[in-house]
């Protein structure tokens, strides 16, 4: 054949679609489609084997893996027919890897080995550099490293770039998974460079996605979130959607307890992974699904995903895999067998097993699980062999690993009567944690990390509390507690492109929100809304905190007992469901049960109904009188149940209250304990600062800012802006995102009367409505200087939602981690008209010298003592929140 031939040119065009498969898949589908039809047209099998193999590889890159099979089949039957051993093996070769992502790894080798026979040289290399990739797979990673490094040389000679590129970005994965994450970065820069000066969108997409796995395995979230992104954009502009990234993705918010991100993404990689016989994705996806359903406390789905995974591996030889679907299992049966005998044997059958299949964090993790297991039979010196055996996980593997081994160390020296050795071993637990705290920047990131240190916390609470210890136990406390905000404050990057998606935010909202005032269709703005805001909680997730400093420093219980004054400290916590309270005086510290946590809840939860009806002014005035008693009977039970049994220690001091679980939204001036008494609500005793007040605000350093569509708010910051003279305004549409954060950064005083939102689904999008918008939490992360005392005349804007650790995510608690010292907000919905009044008392008292906390309380003592149910219900909510 001349090399100008129409059979050489049609060639040609087929090896083009080759090519583009790596760059443009649908168009590679294009060509070789009609290069395919010229070739049965001319008879030429040579061509129409490798038309058909581009066609192939195009359908793997869709998914469409029974597609991709039935190509590559007829590829290497045409070629066969036509003689033409080279593209029938070149065929063999690419069949190979579409049966191993089917998951027939017998069939993949047999199809290599077929293939070998017949190629030389580069080919030859690639075709070896293919096999190792299926022995990776298959978990034989000695094999296939050799088979990377016999390929290699091969291809350089050759100047095969392609090539070089694949066998070291599949190496750079091998790495990875053997832990030489130096080696693993080098191989995968360098497979980075060759694709981008081959021009191979794909090609970069993909060793991209490896990089942000890479860094995933190492711990370095910011920066596996940040290479993940960049993945999908190469992905997206090479026309394709990658299974493999959500699954990758899914794991990662698993790691850092994101656990309802994880879990609808493994649900969505299901779906798409379903009907496409990609078996084994599949069986990984089912995997993650039982991971985050076990976090879930969703142990029916977290077992039946694990089974369903454990068949599909078993079934096709990936004993690896089906060792890990094990694991998922063991730590399923943990959660609802507990301590038997039976999980002690599977613990250390799955151990051994992950073992064996190179998995060496889970197997550690099995190992540390069965000496826990061990220590619960009373079967001590097993425990201690297999702590001894997983004892480099303490210092080395992931976060959540490490905190683990910590607590099964602390848990030995407790059967060992070691008390001491246990708490030192517990803290050590906790200072990985913090360590892995300070490298994250985001605060959803930092606030969900805390559910690692639950047990570690529980047992170190437990500890002291057997040994009736108030110091030890406000210690552990604080150990745990609110360690998002203790941490130092990352501000993100200035970054266009979060801002932009933060103004198209508003405007959607705000289209939204007309929309359904007119009765118009709302779906598809809801749907947009929901795509920005997984944009701007995805951006944002990728600030790092590395380089800030250490945030709040360590709790002294001598400093703090010396510094109350004539305060009182109430830390409350919850073990076993009851309830306990230590109290810091400057007179010493006590420990003290208060009541069940179950007959708190419920009584707060009658309270804040009740509270809602009457800031409605819903029913008739019987009905509201009824609501009104309601409020004061569970005000009444609160009191006896949380601060009677303290009540010698606080006697008339003000109060510093450090609360627990639900009790964060507690209207505490309606306690009769409360009534009259100055209390301010702090998330963490650490975070509580005395700070001497100061001069009065003047006028100069003052913002007041009213939102649309509140007369009331309306008129409350004109006359306001009467009381403080020079004060900066905003109202109407002065009052914009921009501006307000503008005026905000800084000011000694603000206030600011708005509708408020608390969005219990996603806090961080918890929001105050201003003339072009909300304005966010990710909005006030952009604060330079958050304002020093801060009064939110908002419904609901003092709401958080409570994570593992009593984390705070909501606007109440973003003030207080950007360094606002005083904040003034409510904890229920709460009446416009009678707000006002309480208000301006509240300004009047701080014009005279008193503190925020005196000055709310007073004017609520005020206001409830009126007797007018409206206005009981404006005073009530508002708490005082902060370090002063």
Same mark, same amino acid.
């Given at each position: ?173 091998? $790495?990875?998974? /053997? ?14 460079? &060759?694709?981008?000066? %081959? ?20 711990g370095d979230v910011p920066a596996a979130l940040e290479w993940y992104e960049r993945a999908e954009e190469r992905y997206s ?8 990234? %959500? ?10 307890? @994101? ?96 073992? /064996? ?22 079967? +001590? ?19 959540? %690993? ?129 795509? &920005? ?30 510094? &109350?004054?004539?305060?009182?400290? +109430? ?103 409360? @009534? ?35 007369? $009331? ?20 549409? /002065? ?44 909005? &006030?992360?952009? @604060? ?101």
């Open positions: 054949m001349s090399a100008g031939s129409p059979s050489a040119d049609l060639r040609r065009r087929a090896a083009e679609a080759i090519r583009l498969v790596q760059m443009k898949p649908e168009d590679a589908r294009a060509v070789a489609g009609e290069a395919l039809t010229e070739a049965r047209r001319v008879r030429d099998g040579g061509a129409e084997s490798m038309a058909e193999r581009a066609l192939g590889l195009a359908a793997k890159e869709r998914n469409d893996l029974d597609g991709a099979a039935a190509h590559l089949r007829a590829a290497v039957r045409v070629a066969a027919r036509a003689g033409e051993e080279v593209c029938a093996a070149e065929a063999r070769m690419s069949l190979s890897l579409v049966l191993a992502h089917c998951g027939r790894m017998a069939d993949a080798l047999r199809e290599a080995d077929r293939a070998a026979e017949v190629l030389k040289g580069p080919q030859l290399a690639r075709l070896q550099m293919q096999r190792s990739l299926v022995l990776q797979q298959l978990g034989r990673f000695d094999e296939a490293l050799a088979g990377y490094r016999r390929a290699l040389p091969v291809l350089r000679r050759a100047g095969d770039r392609l090539w070089e590129a694949r066998v070291l970005g599949n190496r750079g994965v091998l $790495h990875t998974y /053997r832990r030489a994450f130096a080696a693993a970065e080098a191989d995968l820069r360098r497979a980075e460079g &060759l694709f981008e000066d %081959l021009g191979l969108d794909l090609g970069v997409g993909l060793v991209r996605h490896n990089l942000g796995y890479l860094f995933a395995v190492k502009d090479a026309g394709v959607t990658r299974a493999e990234l %959500l699954l990758d993705r899914g794991e990662l918010y698993l790691s850092v307890r @994101l656990v309802a991100d994880a879990r609808r993404t493994a649900e969505q990689a299901i779906g798409e992974l379903a009907g496409q016989r990609m078996a084994m994705r599949l069986a990984e996806a089912r995997l993650m699904l039982s991971q985050a359903a076990l976090l879930q406390g969703d142990l029916a789905t977290a077992k039946a995903a694990a089974a369903m995974a454990r068949r599909t591996f078993a079934r096709h030889g990936r004993r690896g895999w089906d060792a890990l679907a094990q694991h998922a299992a063991l730590r399923a049966a943990w959660a609802d067998e507990g301590r038997s005998p039976a999980t002690l044997r599977a613990a250390l059958r799955t151990a051994d097993a992950l073992a /064996r299949t190179g998995w060496t964090v889970p197997a550690l993790d099995a190992r540390i699980l069965a000496a826990r297991v061990a220590l619960a039979l009373g079967r +001590v010196d097993l425990a201690s062999g297999e702590l001894s055996r997983a004892g480099r996980a303490r210092n080395r593997g992931p976060v959540e %690993l490490r905190s683990r081994a910590w607590h099964a160390k602390a848990l030995l020296h407790v059967a060992r009567g070691q008390r001491r050795q246990a708490l030192a071993a517990l803290r050590c637990g906790m200072d990985v944690l913090d360590e892995h705290r300070a490298a994250l920047g985001a605060t959803e990131l930092r606030a969900h990390l805390s559910a690692h240190g639950a047990e570690l916390a529980d047992a170190g609470l437990r500890l002291a509390l057997e040994a009736g210890d108030p110091a030890g136990v406000l210690e552990w406390a604080e150990r745990w507690r609110a360690g998002a905000l203790r941490s130092a404050p990352v501000r993100p990057p200035a970054d266009p492109v979060l801002a932009a998606d933060l103004a198209e935010l508003r405007r959607v909202v705000g289209e939204r929100d007309k929309a359904a005032l007119a009765g118009g269709d709302t779906a598809v703005l809801l749907q947009r809304q929901a795509r &920005l805001e997984d944009a701007v909680r995805r951006r944002s997730q990728r600030a790092s905190g590395e380089g800030a400093p250490g945030g709040a420093p360590a709790l002294s219980v001598e400093a703090m007992g010396q510094v &109350l004054g004539g305060k009182a400290l +109430v830390e409350m916590v919850e073990v076993d469901a009851r309830l306990h309270a230590v109290v810091l005086t400057g007179d010493g510290m006590t420990l003290c049960e208060l009541g069940p946590a179950r007959e708190v809840a419920g009584e707060l939860e009658a309270m804040q109904f009740a509270l809602r009806r009457l800031a409605r002014n819903y029913g008739s005035e019987q009905s509201l009188g009824v609501a009104a008693r309601a409020v004061g009977f569970a005000a009444e039970r609160l009191d006896r149940l949380l601060l009677e049994p303290i009540a010698d220690r606080l006697e008339d001091r003000p109060l510093v209250l450090s609360p627990t679980g639900p009790l964060h939204a507690t209207p505490w001036s309606l306690l009769p304990s409360c @009534l009259g008494r100055a209390v301010t609500v702090t998330p963490s005793a650490t975070l509580w600062q005395p700070a001497a007040p100061g001069p009065a605000a003047g006028g100069d350093d003052v913002v007041l800012v009213a939102g649309p569509d509140l007369p $009331h708010g309306a008129r409350e910051v004109a006359r306001l802006a009467r009381t403080y003279r020079g004060a900066t305004r905003l109202a109407g549409h /002065r009052a914009n995102v921009d501006a307000v954060l503008g005026a905000l950064d800084g000011a000694a005083l603000a206030h600011v009367a708005a509708h408020g939102r608390f969005r219990a689904d996603n806090p961080l999008f918890s929001c105050l409505l201003m003339a072009d918008g909300p304005l966010t939490v990710y909005d &006030l992360e952009r @604060l330079r200087r958050a304002p020093r005392t801060l009064i939110l005349s908002a419904c609901e804007s003092g709401l958080s939602r409570v994570q593992a650790g009593d984390e705070l995510m909501g606007l109440a608690a973003a003030l207080l981690g950007l360094g606002t010292r005083t904040l003034v907000a409510s904890v229920v919905a709460v009446p416009d008209e009678q707000t006002t009044g309480l208000m301006l008392d509240v300004h009047r008292r701080l014009r005279a010298g008193d503190t925020p906390a005196e000055a709310l309380c007073r004017a609520q003592a005020r206001t409830i003592g009126s007797g007018d149910p409206g206005a009981i219900a404006a005073a009530a909510g508002f708490i005082c929140f902060g370090r002063a």
